[in-house]
């Protein structure tokens, strides 16, 4: 098996590949190169800077290429929807950023309600100011989720156990396990709160003029998720007019393609906004944490066909959300069984969705078929009088 890791991975991350037998290529292609060359690797990894284009996935599908991974959350620089065609997975690394982003959603809340970067900027040009720069306190005020995922929840862990701060929540698919204490609409959420945080992903307009008018004037918007949730003319109006209070962001509809480029987005000539520079897996625990995960779940993928972290696949059987039916299969463990087993379900026009197997004893093994229609009892009966089956059990 071998991986290309077009975009770079930590060293922690390449131990893993080295340790599964996995040979990785960490040379960097350009577009031309990549599609002339990627149909000898068996697997992608990029970051945010290569762009998996139709074109890379078509080049890839004609030869090695069954899964690409993207070292982070977002997966906007993959064409999933062309590798689901070509049969190629797509998978993620969404849990080592976690920590990361929240913090720094955090840290542009603080930073926002203290006027923080605006003392510094002052300071380093040599002008003391003071007066015009008092700020707000977070601790007892409401913060609004817009989004309860992993990062939503730990924004509000820390937001709840640090500041004291009442913690409200909306997300699309409500969770109850979240941990989030008041689940509301999201038109509730942006009435009450004082910080709305947005953690939702995609390129959906979240946050729109509608929303914006429901929002408390004194309100600030803090956003680590997509620039393209909120209606960006929109804010800009609200902004400039003080129909929010301001908005700290990390996110843009535009980013600058390289290092140094110009910075031209228009919310920076309003001075209730803060800004970074899309920093929030820039750390380097995240980095390390994330090249970990990934190395794992591809490596895993590759070597044992699993799922997990999957975009464009269920994770489990249980995600696709149909109806199955268990058949349990004691067996020896020896060439053929599952051919002539495949074979009697299919001439009984069942369909097998998956098949999970494993050694139970020496020389025996236990397979658990997930099918899409219950076996009657004469099936059972077919599947006992195969050869080398030992017992079935539905």
Request: charged residues 25%.
């Amino acid at each position: 098996m071998k991986v290309l890791l077009n975009d770079g991975l930590e060293k922690e991350g390449l131990s893993i590949f080295q340790q599964a037998g996995i040979e990785t290529d960490t040379k960097k292609r350009d577009a031309t190169q990549l599609v002339a060359e990627i149909s000898q690797f068996d697997a992608l990894v990029v970051r945010s800077a290569t762009k998996v284009t139709r074109e890379v996935i078509e080049a890839g599908a004609k030869g090695k290429l069954k899964i690409i991974g993207r070292a982070g959350v977002g997966f906007d620089n993959i064409d999933a929807a062309a590798a689901s065609e070509y049969g190629i997975v797509v998978k993620i690394a969404p849990f080592g950023s976690t920590n990361a982003v929240a913090e720094l959603a955090v840290g542009l809340m603080l930073a926002i309600s203290r006027n923080i970067p605006q003392a510094h900027h002052s300071l380093k040009n040599g002008v003391w100011v003071k007066k015009k720069l008092g700020g707000r306190e977070l601790a007892y005020k409401t913060i609004g989720l817009i989004g309860c995922g992993r990062i939503g929840q730990k924004v509000a862990h820390i937001a709840d156990h640090g500041f004291g701060m009442d913690v409200i929540g909306y997300d699309i698919k409500p969770c109850p396990e979240s941990g989030i204490k008041f689940l509301a609409t999201k038109e509730e959420v942006l009435q009450q709160a004082d910080y709305v945080s947005v953690h939702t992903g995609g390129k959906d307009i979240i946050i729109g003029a509608k929303e914006l008018a429901l929002m408390k004037p004194t309100a600030y918007i803090i956003n680590t998720s997509r620039g393209n949730n909120i209606d960006q003319q929109a804010l800009y109006n609200a902004l400039k007019e003080g129909k929010i209070g301001g908005y700290a962001t990390d996110v843009y509809k535009e980013e600058p393609k390289v290092e140094n480029d110009l910075f031209t987005d228009k919310l920076k000539e309003l001075n209730n906004v803060v800004l970074s520079s899309h920093l929030g897996a820039s750390t380097m625990e995240a980095q390390r944490e994330t090249s970990t995960e990934m190395a794992r779940v591809l490596s895993s993928y590759l070597l044992g066909g699993d799922f997990t972290n999957a975009v464009n696949a269920g994770e489990s059987i249980e995600v696709e959300e149909n109806v199955v039916f268990t058949l349990f299969v004691h067996h020896k463990d020896v060439p053929g069984v599952f051919a002539n087993i495949d074979k009697v379900l299919a001439d009984s026009n069942i369909n097998i969705r998956a098949n999970y197997s494993r050694q139970i004893n020496t020389g025996y093994a236990i397979s658990v078929y997930v099918l899409h229609h219950d076996v009657t009892s004469e099936i059972v009966a077919k599947l006992k009088a195969v050869p080398n089956v030992c017992d079935v059990k539905y």
